[in-house]
């Protein structure tokens, strides 16, 4: 079975502020893959990043970066010096090889940046 | 535009209607989904087209609903004798299914049905 969990529903956090949302994956594959969504008040979800199960490099995107520890089954995302504009809700999603190409998501984390 | 469309933005409805609902992928993205995001959750897998087949529909609710997809291009959601608990976002995604490439999952706008 395949389950991905965002244990923070709600997170607030004053600009500029590091912030952190943590995501915790379950799957039997050796091989899957892990994405993040941005999901703004727009609705729309803006795909950020995929990794698959055999890199654990950590990766850097700006003011974004991704951990991702095999050992705890976690792909963390942290915003670092926070911006009002990164204020929507974040998906953590799997994707099992054996399951083909659906995607599941996590509940997600409504993440909040008041000026 | 260069993204998913989906059609109609909103769609009000009574329960015991069928409704239909429209999505435009990317043009040259062979794999279609749907998913289904209810208020304040994340997003649940209905279906899953490769061209014009449905290799995985294991997400469908129930037999109240069916998709089809045509052309290897526009994809219809059906959902017949609507009911309340049916109200959600629908969302379709696009991808490119090629061997090597990322693969990643484009989304369209969504369309929220309500039903009354």
């Known amino acids: 079975a395949q389950k991905v969990t965002q244990a923070q529903t709600e997170i607030s956090v004053v600009e500029k502020e590091d912030v952190t949302l943590d995501c915790v994956y379950e799957t039997r594959d050796t091989t899957y893959y892990l994405f993040w969504y941005k999901q703004p008040p727009s609705g729309e979800l803006v795909f950020l990043i995929r990794?698959?199960?055999?890199?654990?490099q950590n990766e850097i995107s700006g003011r974004y970066s991704w951990n991702f520890q095999k050992s705890t089954s976690s792909f963390n995302f942290t915003i670092t010096a926070s911006q009002v504009v990164d204020s929507a809700v974040y998906f953590c999603?799997?994707?099992?090889?054996?399951?083909?190409?659906?995607?599941?998501f996590g509940e997600g984390t409504q993440l909040t940046v008041n000026p | 535009g260069a993204g998913v469309s989906q059609s109609p933005s909103n769609k009000v409805t009574e329960k015991g209607k069928d409704v239909e609902l429209r999505c435009d992928p990317i043009?040259?993205?062979?794999?279609l989904y749907w998913y289904r995001q209810r208020l304040g959750q994340g997003l649940e897998f209905l279906i899953y087209f490769q061209g014009n087949s449905a290799p995985d529909k294991s997400g469908l609710p129930s037999d109240r609903f069916s998709a089809e997809r045509t052309g290897e291009s526009v994809s219809t959601l059906t959902i017949q004798r609507t009911q309340q608990e049916d109200s959600a976002v629908y969302l379709c995604a696009s991808s490119l299914h090629r061997r090597g490439a990322t693969n990643e999952q484009f989304f369209g706008p969504g369309t929220r049905l309500t039903v009354l």
């Open positions: 043009s040259g993205h062979t794999a």
């Open positions: 999603a799997l994707r099992q090889e054996t399951s083909g190409s659906r995607l599941t």
């Open positions: 990794r698959n199960s055999f890199d654990e």
